[in-house]
């Protein structure tokens, strides 16, 4: 029998009251509960009629002639007893809490002291602080000190003095020969900040190109792990890079949320797979555009209108025809956006807050749609048009007063300009279609990325992105295609090169030169915030990646995590919080902390309309004849051409074999 037993057998309890007490719980329980029980196991024991003595003691009669105490003397005395231990108990688990609290205060202290020494095998407790709302904080995780930091078991640091992870300047670089663009606007880039090019194929800094789409080439471990590779697993073969995918990503996003959510991709259908369901959606809507699935441009591009339109025996896509666009200056016109996505996990998504409107050649006649069907010239916005070439293929940046005061919005109550009503409306509408259309796919893509994470796969991964998005005359926006591998025009058109060396300095291809700037305050405000969040080694790093790469952004801005905590819940909307991992939390937390209270005004001025500049007024380059473009489309063109030879050559000897 234990010594709670025995003492109870002492103090004269029978054995169904020993019973009771010994079912009560072990003192180092709660307070609570070990109350509660008690007070019943009190009641329990002094319900009147449990026997005579009992009632002898509350009528005040004698002790019995045997000299032995009454029933409920024993029982109030075994009581005291053990409510006298539990107290014992409270008030040293009391003093416990404050030992080891003085001591993690002492620790801390020390650990600020100039110089001080600390030992890495001090254990100051085996709790951890933890955020609200932040998942995935290990408990029980021990604590010790590190380099003058608090590092839990889970190797979280909980204390200042953490130190900013030091950035790496790559040197090298190698471009994916296939196009011109990487030959020339990438290139020129990369040389242009002191990168030089390599023929090696794993011993380099940064490698770009088309995106990967078989998983085993991420998989490569001969890739270095300080290595930056312009592809992310999944995002082109199996989500919004290919434009059936993006159908499939969008009807499964509205079976799981809603239409009402994912409002911000005209709906495709793949046919004849998905004929029955385009039908249904026919009898609603009666434009829809076709495309080619292989096919990029204005090729193999149509209006249909009919079901007779309906090419025979052969596959493709048909995606709602956005009948009421928001004209310019009576044209129909689309933008194209660029995008950056640095990281997947967190996810990071940075967005040009500039583009530049397509016009179609014809003016454009809603009432005159059904005529003007087959007219390419109306309807398509990159399409040659011999007899309109002065207004076939004109691009205007959506900066320009120009394109903004020529658009022909609805009439407003509050008597807002074209200025205040671009940047306070369709802007936000633009932001909010590009963050949406990358979180409809990104469980897939953070799977991915985790899974490689796992693997011990830690070179960095990013996507370039070009969006093509049409606005209603209502102000919605309507993302018609994601390019994952987007043509770079570079200096052939307006602002092309200035834009693509901010997407440059944005991925740290220069080594992040401004960060003494801001460094001191992101020491502070790093130290600050992880005293709180116990941020580990990896999360100390990625939040001070997420300010690099705003610091030297130009003009992209962070659209993904948000600064505004109302933004974050609206989104929430096509994410589950529960499936959030604990690092973008954590991310979303510091942007919140960091840039809460001036990025407001970081995207006021990005999105102030500006005059026409000689940049803007010259013809930009329809074919690329000027500079190193027609030389390097040349031996572009060369050189597949000797690769197509190849591979039929060797296909006819394995024929012939």
């Known amino acids: 029998m234990s010594c709670v037993g025995s003492a109870l057998t002492c103090a004269g309890f029978r054995p169904k009251r020993r019973k009771i007490l010994a079912e009560m719980p072990n003192p180092l329980n709660t307070p609570f509960r070990k109350e509660r029980r008690i007070r019943h196991a009190f009641e329990h024991a002094e319900k009147p009629g449990r026997g005579a003595q009992r009632v002898g003691l509350q009528r005040g009669l004698p002790l019995p002639s045997d000299g032995r105490r009454p029933e409920g003397v024993r029982s109030l005395f075994s009581l005291l007893l053990l409510i006298c231990f539990s107290l014992s108990v409270n008030v040293a688990l009391h003093l416990h809490n404050e030992l080891v609290a003085a001591a993690l205060r002492a620790a801390l202290d020390a650990a600020e002291a100039p110089g001080a020494m600390m030992r890495e095998d001090i254990v100051v407790g085996d709790r951890k602080p933890t955020i609200s709302g932040i998942n995935g904080v290990d408990e029980g995780a021990t604590s010790e000190f590190r380099d003058g930091a608090a590092v839990d078991g889970a190797g979280r640091l909980r204390h200042a003095h953490l130190a900013l992870p030091s950035v790496r300047a790559p040197r090298t670089f190698r471009v994916q020969q296939s196009r011109a663009d990487y030959r020339v606007t990438v290139t020129d880039a990369l040389v242009s900040l002191g990168l030089a090019p390599t023929n090696e194929t794993f011993a380099l800094d940064v490698f770009w190109g088309h995106e990967w789409v078989r998983h085993a080439a991420y998989a490569d471990r001969r890739l ?101 666009p928001l004209l310019w200056d009576g044209y129909k016109h689309d933008i194209r956006l660029w995008a950056v996505l640095t990281s997947m996990h967190p996810l990071r998504l940075f967005l040009l807050h500039d583009g530049w409107g397509r016009l179609a050649a014809r003016r454009y006649n809603v009432s005159d749609i059904r005529s003007s069907a087959k007219d390419e010239c109306v309807h398509l916005t990159t399409t040659y048009c011999t007899d309109d070439a002065s207004t076939s293929l004109r691009l205007m940046r959506t900066r320009l007063h120009k394109y903004r005061s020529a658009l022909q919005l609805p009439l407003r109550g509050d008597g807002a300009d074209a200025n205040t009503h ?115 080694p990896r999360e100390v790093a990625q939040l001070a990646a997420l300010v690099d790469e705003t610091e030297h952004a130009g003009q992209f801005a962070r659209v993904f995590p948000p600064s505004d905590a109302a933004e974050m819940r609206a989104l929430q909307r096509l994410v589950d919080p529960r499936r959030v991992s604990r690092l973008d939390h954590l991310s979303h937390k510091f942007a919140v902390h960091f840039y809460g209270a001036t990025e407001a005004a970081v995207v006021a001025r990005l999105l102030a309309p500006q005059r026409e500049s000689a940049s803007d007024s010259t013809r930009w380059d329809w074919f690329g004849l000027s500079g190193n473009w027609k030389r390097e489309k040349v031996a572009v063109r060369q050189e597949n051409r000797k690769l197509m030879e190849s591979i039929q050559k060797a296909r006819l000897q394995e024929g012939v074999v």
């Open 224 to 324: 270095a792990d300080h290595a930056l590779v312009s592809s992310v697993m999944g995002l082109t073969a199996e989500a919004v890079g290919d434009k059936e995918f993006l159908g499939y990503a969008l009807q499964l996003c509205m079976a799981q949320h809603g239409s009402h959510v994912c409002d911000f991709v005209a709906p495709i259908y793949l046919l004849p797979t998905q004929e029955e369901a385009w039908r249904a959606a026919y009898k609603r809507h009666r434009y829809w555009i076709r495309k080619d699935k292989k096919l990029w441009g204005s090729q193999g591009v149509s209006i249909v209108s009919s079901r007779r339109d309906l090419p025979k025996d052969m596959s493709y896509l048909l995606q709602k025809y956005v009948s009421n």
């Open 422 to 536: 671009f940047e306070t409306a369709l802007w936000p509408s633009i932001r909010r279609a590009v963050v949406k259309s990358v979180l409809m796919v990104w469980p897939l893509l953070a799977g991915y990325e985790q899974s490689l994470h796992a693997q011990g796969l830690s070179y960095a991964r990013f996507a370039f992105l070009s969006y093509d998005v049409i606005l209603t005359r209502a102000g919605y926006a309507y993302i018609e295609e994601v390019n994952t591998n987007g043509f770079l025009m570079g200096s052939r058109i307006p602002y092309g090169w200035e834009y693509t060396l901010d997407a440059a300095h944005l991925l740290g291809l220069s080594g992040h030169p401004n960060r003494s700037r801001y460094a001191p305050k992101l020491q502070r405000e790093l130290e600050a915030f992880c005293d709180d969040a116990v941020c580990s």
